[in-house]
């Protein structure tokens, strides 16, 4: 990196963002069809949100520059964490036509904030769509984890009094096993997961734990994970997603596989559970439990999503 392009890195905040914090104020919505007008879509969300007109703070829908898109995307900040928080959950909720406009289903998503885009520890999952988030780098003994967990990451959920997009459903922790008898130990992997009620509020979560936290003295991340695919294994960005394939590197098939630059169903080659490697799952590697760079929100980037200064404006959208 250049001393021009490391003076615009935007950092990291040093401390979990509070409910009313300007950067949950602003989402992205993908999948429109082309020619949608802003006029279009806010009556659109005002309808199928019931949400004021003054809600909106500002609002900018683009025609994208690379003619082969075949859909617009918008950006639209509002005026509270309560109104985002209210249009995406009553849209992304509805089903089938209900979610249509122009024959077009809708998705509205949190925008991703630079200092997400920027930190390479947190970019790699930041485009994943999950209900959970994965707890990387906790201390192997000497703490009660979950206790740790609920006190800090549970107070933010339970200090929004509206839970609009849904609560904590459990922290988990993975736990060591006698390798003999299988017996659960007193010691931990290293990392957990927190399962909660939608896909939004782990959006959410994601942007407001950016910071991470020190659990027994070390430093711990807190991101969103990757779902499995339905047979158990790692999307890993789904079909357009990160390394990988049938037979990782050297296998039957070249690298990229039968999924074509997706994780195919055997997980092989480079990885293993706590492996040394940064295509790995261990907790500090840099794309970590099943991460990935290919699954931006509405599948639109291979590389990038809502960021400022990446993804969508990389694909000729701004």
């Known amino acids: ?29 993908t999948n429109l069809k082309k020619g949608t007008t802003a006029e279009q879509l806010k009556a659109w969300i005002i309808e199928k949100s019931g949400i004021e007109e003054s809600g909106f703070v500002s609002f900018e829908v683009a025609a994208p520059k690379n003619a082969e898109k075949k859909t617009d995307i918008a950006k639209i900040t509002f005026d509270s964490t309560v109104t985002t928080d209210t249009a995406i959950a009553k849209v992304m909720k509805l089903e089938g036509k209900d979610r249509q406009l122009d024959e077009f289903t809708v998705n509205i998503r949190r925008d991703i904030p630079q200092f997400i885009w920027d930190d390479p520890k947190l970019k790699a999952k930041a485009f994943s769509i999950s209900k959970k988030l994965f707890v990387a780098g906790l201390p192997k003994s000497g ?88 047979d158990g294994t790692g999307m890993r960005g789904g079909m357009r997603g990160g390394r990988g394939g049938f037979m990782q590197r050297g296998g039957m098939m070249p690298r990229g596989g039968m999924m074509q630059r997706g994780r195919g169903f055997p997980r092989g080659g480079r990885g293993g559970y706590a492996a040394p490697h940064h295509q790995g799952w261990g907790y500090d590697q840099q794309q970590g439990y099943g991460g990935g760079y290919g ?22 959208y701004w």
């Open 143 to 230: 703490c009660d984890w979950e206790a740790e967990l609920k006190a800090t990451v549970g107070r933010l959920v339970d200090s929004d009094e509206t839970k609009i997009l849904g609560e904590i459903e459990e922290f988990r922790v993975i736990m060591d096993k006698d390798a003999s008898t299988g017996d659960r130990l007193e010691t931990c992997k290293g990392f957990g997961f927190i399962h909660v009620t939608s896909e939004g509020l782990a959006d959410k979560l994601a942007i407001q734990c950016a910071s991470g936290l020190k659990i027994g003295g070390q430093d711990v991340t807190i991101k969103k994970d990757q779902p499995k695919d339905k």
């Open 1 to 29: 990196m250049t001393e021009e392009a490391a003076k615009t890195v935007v950092p990291v905040p040093t401390s979990f963002l509070a409910n009313e914090d300007p950067h949950l104020h602003k989402v992205v919505v």
């Open 295 to 316: 699954n931006g929100y509405g599948q639109e980037s291979w590389q990038g999503g809502w960021g400022y200064g990446n993804g969508y404006e990389q694909q000729g």
